[in-house]
């Protein structure tokens, strides 16, 4: 399985940390394995990505997003199935409300590898990759970060 359905609870407090974006008159759908999440709108289907910092409408409807999850592409960019697959073959198993993160996140200059991967509660790295995006979103690109702060919670 490459899909999981996080405590809707979890969802809630952890987007908090995203006010940024606008999630308003959004129905979540389900989440990869990484956390990152599928809305369903009238606009479409949005997809929350996390290694990004982007909320965008990548399908017009589910039958479309399953069509493109269908493909090699989707599924590599939007489910990560080749680190899911990795991550397993380490013998990182996902509990309930858990998902994959990056120990040192790709914002911050960590890889997009397997060997960068950790298990955490979906609702810390919802609300940790938050916290990162609001004091990065807006320096320019190039700039060198020493350091992000994180509230305990």
């Given amino acids: 399985m ?4 996080p405590d809707a609870g979890d969802i809630c407090k952890g ?12 129905t979540f759908l389900v ?6 999440m599928f809305f369903e709108s009238n606009e479409g289907i949005y997809f929350f990505d996390m290694l990004e910092g982007t909320l965008t409408v990548i399908a017009t409807d589910k039958i479309e997003l399953q069509s493109i999850l269908n493909t090699k592409q989707g599924q590599e960019q939007l489910l990560m199935v080749s680190l899911v697959i990795g991550a397993r073959d380490k013998e990182l198993m996902l509990s309930e409300n858990e998902c994959y993160d990056f120990i040192i996140p790709p914002c911050l200059g960590g890889e997009l590898s397997v060997g960068n991967l950790q298990v955490l509660p979906f609702r810390s790295k919802l609300e940790a990759t938050g916290a990162i995006y609001s004091q990065i979103n807006d320096l320019p690109i190039g700039t ?8 305990r919670t």
């Avoid at 490459?2 to 359905?5: A, H, I, K, P, S």
């Avoid at 989440?31 to 990152?36: E, H, K, R, S």
């Fill in 144 to 151: 060198e970060i020493t350091s992000v702060e994180l509230a």
């Fill in 2 to 5: 490459l899909l999981l359905t």
């Fill in 31 to 36: 989440a990869n394995l990484f956390g990152d």
């Fill in 15 to 26: 987007l908090a940390t995203w006010n940024w974006l606008d999630f308003s008159e959004k």
